[in-house]
């Protein structure tokens, strides 16, 4: 089974801030990679998948990048909505697996 | 639009069953695949398995092969997901979740998200 590891496992940062999320994958998964932000007490929403395709809706200051073993999540300028745990999840092969969460918190 | 939800919260006693539904509409209920994934409190998102609404097809992450029975009725376009032999380590949030096939590589691959079911497994 593929593994996903999340680094830092919390961020403190201020509104304003660049942030930047890393996830590595035990084996490579191409561009098969998707992350989602979750707020306490909501299901995950959707950002991004492929690596890099943004979902609809979702704010120009996310960004993706990365392929194979390594990927990351960035936030151009963090927002006061942005404070949240975002989760990186392969789909390349099953079972499907999810990074272990990176919680961004207000510093 | 697009709506996903789930039945409500759940208090078993431990080797009891719970039965999960999650009622889909905005949408071609048979067109997208459901998956069904965890979340323990405080921890991270485990995924479970997915369920072919057309063909009843499934499949299972092996954890949860023997345990866990996925059905849908079309005729209501309602999901139901099934845990027996439930433990403490089964209290958990858990998520329907439409899915654009059932082909890992299928992109979106999780695109919208039930509200979540809160089982509570305690004696």
């Known amino acids: 089974d593929i593994q996903m590891t999340q680094s830092p496992s919390t961020l403190s940062a201020s509104v304003g801030d660049r942030v930047t999320i890393t996830c590595r994958a035990s084996q490579s998964i191409g561009v098969w990679l998707a992350w989602y932000q979750q707020k306490p007490g909501k299901a995950p929403n959707p950002l991004i998948y492929?690596?890099?395709t943004l979902e609809g809706g979702v704010p120009l200051r996310f960004s993706g990048s990365g392929s194979g073993t390594e990927f990351t999540l960035t936030i151009s300028s963090l927002q006061p909505d942005d404070f949240a745990t975002y989760y990186c999840?392969?789909?390349?092969?099953?079972?499907?697996?999810f990074g272990g969460g990176t919680k961004v918190e207000i510093k | 639009q697009v709506q996903l939800v789930q039945s409500g919260a759940e208090v078993k006693k431990p080797g009891a069953s719970v039965k999960v539904s999650c009622k889909a509409s905005g949408y071609t209920f048979t067109d997208y695949y459901f998956h069904w994934v965890r979340q323990a409190p405080g921890q991270g998102l485990q995924w479970m398995g997915w369920?072919?609404?057309?063909?009843?097809?499934?499949n299972f992450a092996q954890r949860f092969q023997d345990n866990v029975t996925l059905t849908r009725d079309t005729s209501i376009s309602t999901v139901y997901m099934e845990l027996s032999s439930l433990t403490s380590d089964d209290t958990a949030v858990y998520y329907c979740v439409r899915a654009t096939c059932g082909g890992a590589t299928c992109s979106p691959p999780l695109d919208y998200w039930g509200q979540g079911t809160l089982v509570t497994v305690s004696s």
């Open positions: 492929k690596a890099s």
């Open positions: 369920i072919n609404p057309n063909s009843g097809d499934t």
């Open positions: 999840q392969q789909y390349d092969k099953y079972p499907l697996a």
